[in-house]
């Protein structure tokens, strides 16, 4: 895995934590263990899906705190049809997730 997907693994993962970032990945704990160890690759899909978490993040983030872009991941959101922004995430729902992201962010 390259050092950018690497960083960006490892700032979810302190974020969010392991568990919450694997559901992300509708993966277990372990795989995301083994996706933190050098040399690691991921699938295309994978990273792609790394990326659009990461981006989201660094999105509620940059609006509030890390603690805040935690409870927005996990918590139920009505613009996602009360779906947390992990489980939408799991099924590859990537724009909605932006989507609401934007909103929140626009509206703070």
């Known amino acids: ?36 160890k050098p040399g690691a690759q991921l ?8 990326r659009d978490a990461f981006h989201v993040f660094s999105l ?4 509030d705190d890390a603690y805040v872009a935690r409870a927005w991941f996990i918590g139920m959101n ?5 779906d947390s922004p992990v489980e939408r995430l799991a099924v590859g729902d990537a724009r909605s997730v932006l989507a ?9």
């Not at 509620?60 to 609006?63: K, L």
């Open 1 to 36: 895995m390259g050092s950018d997907q690497n960083d960006a693994l490892r700032a979810l993962v302190a974020a969010l934590g392991k568990h919450a970032v694997a559901a992300i990945f509708d993966k277990d704990a372990r795989t995301i263990e083994r996706w933190l």
């Open 43 to 50: 699938k295309v899909d994978d990273e792609k899906r790394l």
């Open 60 to 63: 509620i983030e940059g609006a």
């Open 78 to 82: 009505p613009q996602l049809g009360d």
């Open 100 to 108: 609401a992201a934007r909103a929140y962010v626009n509206a703070g």
